[in-house]
C-alpha cells in the first residue's frame, strides 16, 4: 500500500530555508516520478518541483515558474525519501506542500508559513 508522509514544515522569516521530506512506503522513489505541490486555501494545488527518472538514465527535473532557482528537489533511495530543500523563502510561499507519487496518491501535506 503506497504511504506518503511530509515533514519539515514550519514558521520562517522572509530569505530563510526549510528542507521537506517525504518518507514513502509501499513503493520506491527512484522507480517513479515523484512530486512536491503546494496549496493555499481558495487556491487550487499547483506544482512546485517533480523528478523523474534514475541515476542510469539521467535524472530530470520540473520547478514552477514562481521557484526561480530557490528551490531543490531530490530523491534518496537508500532512505526511500524525496526531499524540498527551499531557500529564499518569501511571504508567497506560504501554503501546506504536499508529496505525490505520479498521479496518485497523495500525503497529508506540511504547512509552511513564511512571515517576518
Known amino acids: 500500500q503506497v504511504h506518503l508522509v511530509e515533514s519539515g514544515g514550519g514558521s520562517v522569516q522572509p530569505g530563510g530555508s526549510l528542507r521537506l521530506s517525504c518518507a514513502a512506503s509501499g513503493f520506491a522513489v527512484g522507480d517513479f516520478l515523484m512530486a512536491w505541490y503546494r496549496q493555499v486555501p481558495g487556491k487550487e494545488r499547483e506544482l512546485v518541483a517533480a523528478?523523474?527518472?534514475?541515476?542510469?538514465?539521467?535524472?530530470?527535473?520540473t520547478y514552477g515558474e514562481f521557484v526561480k532557482g530557490r528551490f531543490t528537489i531530490s530523491r534518496d533511495s537508500a532512505e526511500n525519501t524525496v526531499m524540498l530543500e527551499m531557500n529564499s523563502l518569501e511571504p508567497e510561499d506560504t501554503a501546506v506542500y504536499y508529496c505525490?507519487?505520479?498521479?496518485?496518491?497523495w500525503g497529508q501535506g506540511t504547512q509552511v508559513t513564511v512571515s517576518s
Open positions: 523528478i523523474t527518472g534514475d541515476r542510469i538514465s539521467g535524472e530530470r527535473t
Open positions: 505525490r507519487k505520479g498521479l496518485g496518491p
